[in-house]
C-alpha cells in the first residue's frame, strides 16, 4: 500500500513537471529537473507516511502479562496454551497489543521467586501462575505493588493461603481458576473397574499443598468403603520410578490426583504398572491419554481459557480483588481402552457409553 501510494505520487508529478518544463529547455535538463523534483517529492511522501505509521502505533496500548509455569507437562502445557487464545479471543494479541513473558521453572523451586521478582521489576500489569508453589511465589513478590495475580491450575487456593474465600477477598489482588475435582467419583470410578479392590496406591509431593489435600480426600472417599490407602512420596520427578516400585506387590489399583511432580514422571509410573499388571487411574485427561485407565476430570486447556478471560476482564479495567476465584467448569468422563487392556482391566460397556472421550491408543 505504501509503495502503491509514493508511486501514484510520483506519476502525477512526473505529468505536471513534464508538462511545465517541456518548453523551458532541452529535454536532458527537463528530464534532470524532473527526476530532482520527484525524488524530493518521494522523500516527502515517505517522511509523511512513517508519520502516520508511527503516529498509529503510538495509539496502540501494548498490554505485558508475565506467565510463571512450574514445570512443563501436557496439562499444565494446555491450562497456558487455553489462557493465551482466550486473550486473544478477548482481543489481546500477542505480537499486536500484548507481550507475553514466559518463563517455566521445570521444577526448580529456586527460580520461583526470581521469577515473580522479575515480573514484578519488569511492572507486568497481570501475572499468570500456573501450579501452587509458584503462585505463592508471584502473590508474595506482587504484594503492595499493584499488579494482580491470576492463577490457574490450583486444586485448593484457599487452603494454600492464596484467598480468603472463593468469593470474597478484597484484602487479596489475586484471583483465578481452581481445578478441584471430586475425588469420591475417581474412588467409585475405580471400584467399577477393578472390582473388589481392597488397596490403592497413591503416589505425591508432599511438599505440594494441593497433593495434601487431594490424598486426605482419598483417604476420605476410601475409608467410607473399607478401602485401605498405601501412599508414597516424591519430591522430584526422578523419584517416581522409585516410589512406584515400592507398591508393587502391595495394592490392587493405584491412583493419582493432579500432583505435578508426578505428572511430570508419569511415564516411569506407567511403565511400572504395566510391567506389574497395576490398573492406573490419574485425574486429568491428558494423562489418560498418555496411559492412564480413566478418570472424571478436566481439559486442561479449559481451565486455562477460564482462567485467560479473568486476565482479559482485569487488562480492560476490571478489579482482581473483586472477581470470585472459579471453579473449573466442564468435567467429563475420559477413558483409555488401549490401557485398560494393556493393565489388564475391562471397561464396563454403561462407562463406555457415558464417557465423553474415549482414547484408543
Request: charged share 25%.
Amino acid at each position: 500500500m505504501k509503495k502503491l501510494l509514493i508511486w501514484m505520487f510520483a506519476v502525477v508529478i512526473v505529468v505536471s513537471l513534464a508538462i511545465g518544463v517541456g518548453c523551458k529547455g532541452t529535454v536532458e535538463e527537463a528530464l534532470e529537473e524532473v527526476v530532482e523534483e520527484l525524488e524530493e517529492a518521494v522523500e516527502e511522501v515517505e517522511e509523511a507516511i512513517e508519520e502516520v505509521e508511527e503516529a498509529i502505533e503510538e495509539e496502540v496500548e501494548v498490554k505485558k502479562i508475565g506467565i510463571t509455569q512450574v514445570v512443563s507437562h501436557p496439562a499444565l502445557d494446555a491450562a497456558r496454551e487455553g489462557a493465551i487464545a482466550a486473550l486473544a479471543d478477548n482481543g489481546y494479541v500477542e505480537g499486536d497489543n500484548l507481550e507475553i513473558d514466559y518463563q517455566n521453572s521445570e521444577g526448580d523451586g529456586s527460580l520461583f521467586d526470581t521469577i515473580a521478582q522479575k515480573f514484578v521489576g519488569d511492572k507486568v500489569d497481570v501475572i499468570i501462575s500456573i501450579a501452587t508453589p509458584n503462585t505463592l511465589s508471584a502473590i508474595a513478590a506482587a504484594k503492595d505493588t499493584g499488579i494482580p495475580v491470576v492463577f490457574s491450575a490450583i486444586t485448593d487456593p484457599i487452603g494454600a493461603g492464596m484467598v480468603e474465600s472463593w468469593e470474597s477477598h478484597p484484602n487479596d489482588n489475586v484471583t483465578g481458576v481452581s481445578d478441584m475435582i471430586v475425588v469420591d467419583d475417581d474412588v467409585d470410578l475405580i471400584t467399577q473397574i477393578v472390582p473388589g479392590v481392597k488397596t490403592i496406591g497413591t503416589l505425591f509431593n508432599n511438599g505440594e499443598a494441593n497433593s495434601v489435600f487431594l490424598v486426605e480426600e482419598l483417604k476420605k472417599a476410601c475409608d467410607a468403603l473399607g478401602i485401605e490407602v498405601v501412599e508414597a512420596t516424591v519430591s522430584t520427578s526422578a523419584d517416581v520410578l522409585t516410589a512406584a516400585q515400592s507398591l508393587v506387590g502391595q495394592v490392587d489399583a493405584i491412583w493419582i490426583g493432579t500432583d505435578n511432580t508426578v505428572v511430570s514422571g508419569l511415564e516411569a509410573l506407567i511403565g511400572v504398572c504395566e510391567e506389574e499388571s497395576i490398573p492406573l487411574f490419574p485425574s486429568d485427561n491428558e494423562s489418560i491419554e498418555r496411559g492412564g485407565i480413566a478418570a472424571y476430570g478436566f481439559d486442561y486447556y479449559d481451565i486455562g481459557y477460564q482462567t485467560g478471560e479473568i486476565v482479559a476482564k482485569i487488562l480492560g479495567g476490571a478489579d482482581a480483588t473483586e472477581i470470585p476465584v472459579e471453579k473449573g467448569k466442564v468435567i467429563s468422563l475420559t477413558i483409555n481402552t488401549a490401557a485398560a487392556e494393556r493393565l489388564g482391566v475391562t471397561i464396563p460397556q454403561e462407562l463406555l457409553d457415558a464417557a465423553e472421550t474415549v482414547y484408543e491408543n
